[in-house]
């Protein structure tokens, strides 16, 4: 007895030892890590808006698809951008007694007040009740606003704050309402702009796509994406009408933001109530205004323009159009002292996923709400059948959980018939030449700053296993910031060594590590690994503050007892 005793005694004291982390896994210093991802088109997903949690270390996903049964939109977690967990349920729940909505459940995102803890998220709807109410006529076809709700918890549920969308009713008062004198399939707009004239003035706005910027100034910009559908716009090049959407812009007060209970519901600032309003009009009339930000005629680029012919080329199935939407803007600057200047980005996707022309474009301004210039770069994510990488388009752009790089994570297809998936990619600013480069791959690519270093821990400081038998351990892995790696997640992995390995067999499943002793002292080492884009994986190692690199891994103490002698 007294020789078990001893290895026992051992085996506590390399537990505890092992309980430490490696100098490599503590922080302080610059980390270096030889770990990658890549966009394995693994997570359903579209229209993704992503926030980082300061609170929790992860990187919430949230997607028009992705939900389960009874909820809307999807919501993922993440530490690193590239491995994604899904998380039960939904942001919305579909039985929401605040829903207003019909369908149409699009384009969800999400905003953190630190100061109240609250989330707020915006989202796309399409309502079939009220219609006339908002749009003037009850057989209008898109009738799409948006909707607030609100939550204590980044991963939801939320609940509407109002069963109404934004008190906002966009007008155009400018706009000669051709659907009015079209026949009843709604495809074929007037031959002429003589004829297009002939239409009655003026319209209500259906939108989608928010996109809420916040400058450091104070002030809350509401962007969206103004439908296709009841804006046939004459394109003086072609000839002809082509039915658009285009991004406009609102600004909203504070009250919403800066209510500590989230029962307020966002309003528009009161330059723009009934600011399109006729003296004409009957009482209580809105007629609300606009900011127009970007549409195809103040800035043409042909890129835009695969499916301004799909009404010949599909035998009249289809409308000739143009999409701009999918917004995101984003402020930084250039220079110093004097010298400083404000730099606003906004990107947007422009044409239909499913087209081969599908992909991302950007413009600038010195202002929020314009002038907006368009890059003559762009597209700058597009398609790339090599890669397997289509239909890229629609992202968000967050920063590194250090805040040193930025990356814009947006919606693509492996193939042109899978779902849309959730794809990640670096995003570079050059705000001295007003530039902007995205570097959409599906190649093997560094973990963004500040992931690293890792933190690798074992349930069990030591296994205790009878000869013959098995026992067990689980395993996390956890990011700088605390956010664990979902082990499910194919992207990540452990590898278990047993030594000496005449001593048994070490299984891993997922986070799982189950020890097969033959009798004696072993010591198990499991050590993290990541997937790499061109097949198999590779161990993960870091270093900080200059000392060599190291295995991410943890080593626990295995103690066989011997066979009860008969």
């Known amino acids: 007895m007294t020789r ?17 982390p490696p100098v490599s896994a503590v922080p302080g210093g610059t980390t270096r890590t030889n770990a990658t991802f890549f966009n394995d088109a693994k997570t359903p997903g579209a229209d993704p ?19 389960d049964p009874g909820y809307h939109f999807g919501v993922y977690r993440s530490p690193d951008l590239a491995t994604w967990e899904h998380l039960p349920g939904g942001a919305l729940r ?12 699009w384009a969800p995102e999400v905003y953190h007040n630190e100061k109240t803890g609250l989330y707020y998220l915006f989202y796309a709807g399409r309502m079939n009740t009220h219609v006339a109410e908002h749009f003037k006529y009850a057989d209008f076809e898109e009738p799409s606003k948006i909707g607030v709700a609100v939550s204590r918890s980044p991963g939801g549920p939320f609940t509407n704050i109002a069963a109404q969308p934004i008190d906002y009713f966009p007008f155009d008062p400018a706009y000669h309402d051709v659907n009015l004198i079209m026949d009843a399939t709604q495809k074929k707009p007037p031959a002429t702009l003589e004829e ?64 500590p209970a989230g029962t307020t519901m966002p309003a528009i600032g009161p330059s723009y109530r009934d600011t399109n309003r006729s003296p004409a009009d009957p009482p209580g009339t809105r007629k609300d205004g606009f900011t127009p930000i970007l549409s195809y005629a103040g800035d043409k680029q042909a890129w835009e323009n695969a499916h301004v012919d799909d009404y010949a080329k599909s035998g009249g199935a289809k409308k000739d159009r143009r999409w701009a939407e999918g917004s995101t803007t984003i402020k930084t600057y250039t220079g110093t002292g004097r010298d400083r200047k404000a730099v606003y980005y ?3 996707s ?47 752009v967050v920063a590194s959980p250090d805040g040193r790089e930025l990356y814009y994570v947006h919606h693509g297809r492996p193939s042109t018939v899978d779902d849309r998936r959730l794809y990640t990619a670096r995003l570079r600013l050059d705000p001295a030449r007003a530039g902007l480069a995205i570097d959409g791959t599906t190649e093997d690519r560094p973990l963004p700053s500040g992931v690293a270093p890792f933190r690798i821990q074992a349930a069990d400081p030591m296994l205790v296993v009878p000869a013959g038998k098995r026992a067990s351990t689980t395993v996390s892995v956890r990011a700088r910031d605390g956010a664990e790696f979902d082990l499910a997640n194919p992207l990540n992995g452990l590898r278990a060594e047993l030594r000496p390995a005449s001593a048994g067999t070490a299984r891993v499943d997922g986070d799982r590590i189950t020890v097969t002793s033959t009798g004696g002292f072993a010591l198990l080492t499991v050590t993290y690994r990541r997937a790499l884009a061109g097949g198999g994986r590779t161990d993960v190692t870091q270093s900080t503050g200059g000392h060599p690199a190291e295995p991410v891994s943890v080593t626990v103490p295995v103690f066989g007892l011997p066979a009860p002698r008969e």
């Not at 579909?94 to 459940?105: E, K, V």
């Not at 804006?231 to 082509?242: E, Q």
């Not at 600038?364 to 003559?376: A, E, F």
């Open 4 to 20: 078990w005793r001893i290895l026992l005694v051992l085996s506590v004291l390399v537990a505890l030892l092992a309980g430490t």
């Open 49 to 67: 808006y992503v926030r980082y949690d300061r609170a929790t270390g992860y990187y919430y996903a949230y997607s028009t698809e992705g939900a």
């Open 94 to 105: 579909a039985d929401d007694p605040g829903n207003w909505a019909h369908d149409w459940y």
């Open 196 to 259: 297009g004239r002939t239409a009655p003035l003026g319209t209500y706005i259906p939108f989608i796509d928010p996109d809420v910027f916040f400058d450091d100034d104070g002030r809350i910009y509401l962007y969206f994406s103004r439908n296709a559908y009841r804006n046939w716009v004459w394109d003086t090049d072609l000839g002809k009408y082509v039915e658009e959407s285009n991004i406009y812009a609102v600004e909203l007060t504070r009250g919403w933001w800066d209510d």
């Open 346 to 348: 906004l990107t947007y």
């Open 350 to 396: 422009a044409n239909n996923y499913e087209n081969q022309y599908y992909g991302v474009g950007y413009a600038v301004s010195d202002s929020p709400l314009g002038p907006w210039r368009k890059s003559p770069a762009n597209p700058v994510l597009t398609q790339n059948p090599a890669q397997g990488l289509y239909s890229t388009g629609h992202g968000s």
